[in-house]
């Protein structure tokens, strides 16, 4: 992945930030978009986004409109990974992470259903 910034965004940034996501995602017609909030799991980010598109383009598209938004707002430029050739997008702005895949990488790896696991440990 690129090199990102290392601050922490105060709760207020976090929120904003997340909405400029999710309006850039609505922009760009990402499909089945699903918000996940990690930060009682996890120090390393607040939210976790998802969404999917309809091909490889497509996903690519999302992501960068995700990232212009964000940058045009004052964000610092986000680290990327699998831009220009994948099925499956990550953008990192640190405390908000955006995975923009296909349907089938998504059912695949079904980031969700990890995560609904980790939030509702078994009963000892």
């Known amino acids: 992945m690129q090199k990102t910034s290392e601050k922490k965004a105060t709760a207020a940034n976090q929120e904003s930030l997340k909405e400029l996501v999710l309006s850039a995602i609505d922009d ?4 089945d978009i699903k918000v996940i909030d990690v930060s009682h799991h996890t120090q390393l980010l607040d939210y976790m986004i998802i969404a999917s598109g309809t091909s490889s383009r497509h996903i690519q598209t999302i992501a960068e409109f995700a990232m212009k938004k964000a940058q045009e707002n004052g964000y ?3 680290a990327t990974e699998g831009l220009g050739h994948s099925e499956w997008v990550v ?3 640190v405390d908000v992470v955006l995975h923009v895949m296909s349907p089938a990488a998504r059912e695949h790896y079904n980031i969700e259903g990890l995560w609904e696991i980790s939030s509702h440990p078994k009963d000892s």
Do not use: C, L, Q, S
């Open 91 to 93: 953008v990192d702005f």
């Open 28 to 31: 760009a017609k990402g499909n």
């Open 76 to 78: 610092d430029k986000p």
